[in-house]
């Protein structure tokens, strides 16, 4: 047994980490050493871990399975609880209670409200009714453009309560960004603000949205603007439809965009994220019922719905919409200070800047309610972490690592570990998290790619469309024969912790969003201006920087092409800088030089990251050599 158990409990509340512990020893005879060895065993035994997961949180299956796992030679062909069926809502409305509010909501327009669960049940209930009215049945794909409201959970609740599939994606994605998602789902119903403010600005999309529903074929529109309100709606006389899915069918389809081509359509499975949710944010984050727990996010982020499923957990959600600075740069630590909120998360970015600036307009602020600081998006610096633990002695700091191609993290917390600055504490329960080299040997204390060396119950059931799994393996298994390559470049330190350094491929990485480079590309190539260019994303502890290389003979209207981008794609799209270069580096092959230039702009040498002779252009890369000598990035 672990050590600590000795500890006399009857004095102190036990963690959902120890319970987890003595319901192992109690129902299974488990013991173990340490952690690692905890761990070790969930990786080996993921059957029994699985259930065992499933039997703590006491699961509800609506019909029960026959195997809790049944293997593939191809990891992507792997089945998880066969015959179950299962209900995300269902398991949400269970947690109804007149004692705490189910959401506590406050936006730069509107003051902190709570919202009870029967509001929120009514709520969901009412939209239902519209949905049910425009024929939305299981199966059927229903997309959202919407902001982080309170409408916009119960929206999602009433679709999946249908057995539908959801996808959403925040109103600052341009017009084009959106048609490129969710063109690929073919949504029946379309949800939206039509209206929102943002940094003091009011924003009315109506245009846009038109636009955006003109190319989705026989989609109905749902304008959230007009259900923003839970004071008027009385929908007793009508049932709650919480229906019953198999485990595998999907819950909601989510974008991660790769070097080419239009953004991948990820596609998760209701029981995983149900039973991975619970475990990641009970068990390792310590969410228990009765807690507050918020995570500011937009609704295009995995982290929305990550935070979505901390009402399984029994706590209460909380939503900020609107600018974290605005309309002053304390607004989100005031409204956790207000709220009382007990898990507040963020990108590691915002908490850096805060840091820089020694937390001032809080400094008299009492936060002792606070249990975790949650960061993930990038790489946190030890010197943010330290000054995060000097600021918030009574909470813990917790890193997550993983994405939105498994939306949860890999790596992360541990509520009784000590958090080293600069490392992420442990590998997560049931993730067989590896650090390999290019020939697929496993690394310690060394630099490398980060895989996942067996099936892992939150790899997604498919990509959207990706009909014989083609997709599937050109994303993940193109490096490894059969095993999941993350895209990451991470260190695993011989007491078990982690180093992320940030992607090792071409994806973009900005406020925990991935993004291709494609999707710039294309909105450069209509510029008959510009002759070629290079989009390189660089991160360390320290900063985050997005530099466009543009290949032109005439001076460029910076100005008017980050406009474009900002407008079409995100404000995560407009780089930070944009450089002229004469030319640009290509492979033998004719693709771009992208991921040895972005590792020679961040300290290698030219000899550790590409050979001339591999190039079509071989002198091109002299200019970069000597641009990385003089701009060093640190």
Known sequence: MFSYIAINMSKIKLSNYQRYIQFLQQEYQFSFSDYQDLHNWSVSHQAVFWESIARFFSISFDSPFSR??????????TTWFEGAEISYAKHIFSQFSNDRPALIYQSETNPLTEISWQALRNKTVHIQQQLLALGVQKGDCVAAYCINAPETIAAFLAVNGL???????????????????????KPKVLFAHSHYTYKGKQFDISERIADLQEGLENC?????????????????????????????????VLFSSGTTGKPKAIVHGTGAMILEHQKALAIHQDVCEGDRYFWNSTTGWMMWNYALS???????????????????RSVLWDFTYAANINHFGH?????????????????????????TIGSTGSPMSADTCRSLQHRFPNAQVISLSGGTDVCTAFVGGHPEMKVTPGEIQCKMLGAPVEVWNIHGDKLINQAG?????????????????????????????????????????ATENDTGSFVIHGRSDATLNRQGVRIGTAEIYNIL?????IEDSLVIHLTNHNRDSLILFVMSRFEIDEKEIKAQLREQCSPRHVPDHMVRVPEIPYTLSGKKVEIPIKRLLMGASQSDVLSRDSLRNPDSITWFVDYAKSNPFT
Not at 163 to 185: E, K, M, T, Y
Not at 310 to 328: D, V
Request: charge should be negative; hydrophobic fraction near 40%.
């Open 449 to 489: 790619e980060l895989v996942l060396s067996k099936s892992f119950l939150s790899m997604p059931i498919c990509l959207w469309g990706d009909q014989d799994s083609t997709m599937m393996q050109a994303s993940y298994y193109g490096m490894y024969a059969r095993v999941w390559n993350h895209g990451d470049w």
């Open 220 to 252: 109905a529109f749902i304008d959230l603007c007009d259900a923003n309100s839970f004071d008027d709606v009385d929908a007793n006389d009508h049932q709650l439809y919480l229906h019953p899915v198999s485990f595998s069918d999907p819950i909601w």
């Open 163 to 185: 057995g539908a599939v959801w996808s959403s994606c925040s109103p600052d994605f341009g017009s084009d960004a959106v048609h490129d998602r969710f063109s690929q789902l």
């Open 310 to 328: 901390s009402l399984l957990c029994g706590a209460t959600l909380c939503l900020y919409n609107g600018a974290p600075n605005s309309p002053k």
């Open 525 to 529: 190539n209509t510029w008959k201006d």
């Open 68 to 77: 809790v796992l049944s293997l593939s030679e191809n990891p992507w062909e």
């Open 347 to 371: 990108g590691a970015v915002y908490f850096q800047y805060h840091a820089d600036q020694d937390f001032s307009g809080i400094e008299t602020l009492d936060f002792q309610h606070l249990k």
